[in-house]
């Protein structure tokens, strides 16, 4: 054997030698069991790092809107046109199986490189106005909210059911761990360099997204006896599917009312928060943004580790009523240490509520309308934007401890309420939502 092939024999030993050693670690830890999945190895960083530039971009874009206008309605009708494409999201998941959830997710992964090439020029060339950060804003708003529901396919679309709770954890901590370090990372980036340097950190960010998503979920799940429909009969026959399954219509009326009345509080808003309430600077939303994602993070690692153990329908319930019931108290906190731990507690108790809810879809549902029902459930999403866009004018009128103690009552009622409709289905310890 020549040098250069003996050289090259050791260097594949070695290679194969590192690669047993890292399934030896996954088979020990039952945290990475996902890993042994080769798509999950490239998504959960792609999903990572596109997690971080939308952090990233919420804080340069939403701290902009709010200094530029000086209106807390303007800071939340911006937060609003981000979800924009909820209207839309049931045809990305319709399209996710005509052409693959895969080569979708990279398109619009595509997307976002384009838009934030945009809005780099704009600043660098000093000619960024809120007027044209809405115009992107929306243009992106078209296509971001969709990326969860294509994530959550992906992951379901790949990995065997006894894992998947497991996954659904682990993947959630792209969200969570993204949001402390991409909220931190662009308020010191706006601080030190300016939002334009800022902005190119987020196109390279994006663009690494898109080159590990290129190995993901290569080929797409094929449905026994699938054929062609037109795309309006597709999305009628997923709305009919999700109002006729009584958990599967139980936990998207649930999302809606989560987006509608808790999230507005822990999203955009936390802008007014930072500013008007505590009066901190960019970097101590950053702090309050964070604080929430390392609860949330939290959460997730807890649900990774214990989720086997859990009846998903149950705890997303008593996860919700927790939830409203924190933002009750976090409404009405002044003292800004005392808000950050508010917010650790109310991204601990909202990974134990979206978590399992997402896992109760992707398990419940029929594979053939698994893409659609995942959709509709993003439409749920659209709850966000109305609820800024509603929360913004009652600030303004009524201050933020009222208007948050207003949205957590309705919040709490409306919960109790829908288990009270769907109690068989939500509470019962044998209903196959609460199957562990």
């Known amino acids: 054997m020549t040098i250069p092939a003996l050289w090259l024999a050791r260097r594949a030993d070695k290679a194969r030698q590192e690669t047993n050693e890292i399934v ?57 046109l981000q979800f924009l494409g909820t209207l839309i999201s049931p045809f990305f998941g319709m399209a996710g199986d005509r052409i693959g959830n895969r080569n979708l997710i990279c398109l619009m992964r595509l997307t976002y490189v384009a838009a934030a090439a945009c809005l780099a020029a704009l600043f660098l060339s000093e000619n960024a106005t809120p007027v044209a950060v809405f115009v992107v804003a929306t243009v992106m708003g078209l296509v971001r909210p969709s990326d969860i529901t294509m994530r959550n396919l992906l992951v379901g679309e790949t990995m065997p059911a006894d894992l998947l709770m497991r996954a659904m954890g682990v993947s959630r901590t792209t969200a969570d761990s993204a949001r402390i370090v991409g909220a931190l990372s662009g308020a010191t980036l706006v601080a030190a360099v300016g939002s334009g340097v800022a902005y190119v950190a987020v196109c390279i960010v994006y663009m690494a997204s898109l080159l590990l998503s290129l190995n993901v979920g290569i080929r797409r799940l094929r449905v026994v006896g699938e054929r062609a429909e037109s795309p309006f009969s597709a999305l009628k026959a997923g709305f009919a599917y999700v109002w006729s399954t009584p958990d599967v219509r139980a936990a998207t009326l649930l999302a809606f009312l989560m987006n509608f009345a808790a999230y507005p509080f822990v999203g955009s808003l936390l802008a007014h928060v930072a500013k008007d309430v505590y009066g901190l600077d960019q970097r101590g939303l950053g702090v309050l943004i964070a604080c929430f994602a390392a609860g949330a993070l939290a959460g997730s690692v807890v649900l990774v580790t214990f989720g086997a153990r859990i009846r998903p329908a149950r705890t997303m319930v008593v996860s919700a009523l927790l939830w409203f019931a924190a933002t009750l108290v976090f409404s009405w906190i002044a003292v800004p240490v005392w808000g950050e731990a508010m917010l650790v507690v109310i991204g601990f108790v909202q990974s134990f509520c979206m978590v399992p809810m997402a896992v109760i ?47 957590s009552l309705v919040g709490i009622g409306v919960t109790v309420l829908i288990v009270s409709r769907w109690r068989r289905h939500l509470w019962h310890p044998e209903a196959a939502a609460n199957t562990r």
Do not use: N
């Open 361 to 407: 879809l992707l398990r419940t549902a029929d594979p053939a309308f698994r893409g659609r029902v995942m959709g509709v459930r993003m439409l749920a999403v659209y709850g966000l934007p109305l609820g800024m866009l509603l929360s913004g004018p009652l600030i303004e009128h009524f201050g933020f401890p009222l208007t948050g103690t207003l949205f």
């Open 24 to 80: 030896a670690v996954i088979e020990r830890v039952a945290a990475l069991a996902p890993f042994r999945i080769r798509s999950f190895r490239f998504q959960w960083p792609a999903d990572l790092l596109a997690s971080w530039a939308f952090e990233m971009e919420s804080v340069i874009l939403g701290w902009f809107v709010l200094v530029s206008t000086g209106s807390v309605l303007a800071l939340a009708v911006f937060g609003s």
